[in-house]
């Protein structure tokens, strides 16, 4: 893993407009779906982002490849000649990232407030997506073939028909499928195998980076520890840097490097695998380790039970947004919001009174996690 930053997320936010109809006239609310987030994926590096449903995990996800716009915020691409901000871009840096893509535009002033139209589709091969259900993301009317290769063709990476015709062979052998079937439509395979081909088309393009959004939460357990062994392979030989979005904690543990735990759109903690499983600093990433299963039939299992619901990201309560239900809330928590603050090195969280817990858990490393 290489300790060259990637992607830099600063104050990131994603708000979407709720409209009441009335009697009289509508109103309009804001639901912050992402509030200020920040921080780094590097390299080489997978980055792992944990939650309840409805957190903000797919929604940052989706803000850093410009599938939906962010409201707000930085997302800073380190290129090898430059850098770019994939959340706004225009004037000096419109020019600057022109250079950087080697891109070719149309003679004349080129008016984008953000990286949008033309420019967007030709970046979007440095970025890439694996979906959550490998059957709904595969057009059945295509051959395998053609869905490999179809971000090259759209994209602009290649247009010759052998280039991308090798191209599609070498990342299918690297994703463990057969030349056989490239011939074949989705319907012919099963789960693990459809997710070997959103996974083969994703980095088809060979991109930088790839968010992997709950992309093994469909399959089962013998199938999903293939597709980490799959990801963490293709890392090594291609030096690719994900963001990992899941709910299971032990599929996480297995494939991160770093960890964010989000709730109710903010970082209450990130940190490095170790540290974050089996020294918790924050009470809401406590319960959710405390609630993971473990594959020791001898180990106790004593989940903490949080009382009450996830808050309603519209109305949001003040001060620190857990402290409804936190065992451990004092008067402050609720006036005041926590600072982020880095509490041990590369361990950074949002708690009042982190340094008064002591969360330590049994080492029981997971096999195979990366280094």
Known sequence: MSGETLIEVRGLEVRFPIVKKGLLRNET???????????????????????????????????????????????????????????????DELRKFRRHMQMVFKEGPVELSSLAGEALRLFRPRMSLVF??????????????????????????????????ARVREIA?????????LRRFPH?????????????????????????DESVSALDVSIQAEIVNLLKDLQAEMGVSFLFIAHDLSVVAQISHRVGVLYVGKFVEYAPT???????????????LSAAPQADPDAEFDPIRLEGEIPNPLAAPPGCRFHTRCPHARPRCALEEPE?????????VACHYAEDFDFTRPRRAPQGRPA
């Open 29 to 91: 609310t804001e639901l912050r779906a992402v509030d200020g987030v920040s921080f780094d994926i590097r390299r080489g590096e997978t980055v792992g982002l944990v939650g309840e449903s409805g957190s903000g995990k797919t929604t940052i996800g989706r803000a850093i490849l410009r599938a939906i716009d962010p409201t707000a915020g930085q997302v800073i691409y380190h290129g090898d000649e430059g850098d770019v901000d994939v959340a706004h871009l225009e004037g």
């Open 340 to 348: 982020w603050r880095e509490v041990a090195p590369q361990h950074h």
């Open 173 to 181: 052998a690297r994703c463990k499928l057969n030349l056989e079937h």
């Open 188 to 212: 012919a395979f099963s789960g693990g195998q459809r997710q070997r081909i959103c996974i083969a088309r994703a980095l088809a393009a060979r991109p930088d980076f790839v968010v992997c």
């Open 274 to 288: 170790d540290a974050l499983f089996f020294n918790p600093r924050h009470p809401y990433t406590h319960a959710l």
């Open 132 to 165: 959550q259900d490998p059957y709904s993301s595969l057009n059945p009317r295509m051959t395998v073939r053609d869905i490999i290769a179809e971000p090259l063709i759209a994209g602009g990476v290649m247009r010759d028909r052998a280039a991308i015709d």
